[in-house]
């Protein structure tokens, strides 16, 4: 299901960096709109990156717990920092976009200017989609410390699991 989310995603990026070029094409508000959503959200994500990082997460209880629970935070880490990468190619090509989209056809063709704009919306649309998940993501997370604790305080409380 997750293989499949991604999936759409990316094709959805690809639909409507084709499609949408043409709108975006000398179009500041566009080209501003992107680069404030995608600056906020890496910001966002910085935090969150943050928080699942800290270690006083790890529940209580042995090394074995802690090396388990390790792999998990891990996972969702990398997932997160890949998706921080896109914001960051997303806003990379933006910039050279609006570099290259003032410079004369003689020094950059006009199709390369093209591909430049959908390669940016190709990349924000995509990593604009793949956020989505991102709260789900968080819910989970969340929910999954929620029954470590509960399950630590019944044991402390010597009821069986």
Request: charged share 15%.
């Amino acid at each position: 299901m997750r293989a499949l989310f991604i999936f759409s995603c990316f094709v959805g990026g690809g639909l409507v960096a084709y499609y949408g070029q043409p709108l975006a094409h000398d179009n500041g508000d566009s080209i501003l709109i992107i680069i404030t959503v995608m600056t906020v959200f890496a910001g966002f994500l910085v935090a969150i990156i943050t928080i699942l990082g800290d270690p006083g997460l790890i529940p209580s209880g042995s090394w074995r717990v802690a090396e388990l629970r390790r792999n998990n935070i891990e996972a969702r880490l990398i997932t997160h920092i890949w998706l921080f990468v896109l914001y960051l190619i997303a806003i990379g090509f933006l910039f050279t976009g609006a570099l290259l989209n003032k410079a004369h056809e003689d020094v950059v063709s006009m199709a390369w200017k093209i591909w430049i704009e959908r390669l940016y919306l190709f990349f924000g649309v995509s990593a604009f989609f793949l956020t989505f998940g991102l709260p789900f993501a968080l819910l989970k997370f969340q929910l999954n410390r929620i029954d470590s604790e509960i399950e630590r305080r019944r044991r402390e409380a010597g009821i069986p699991d």
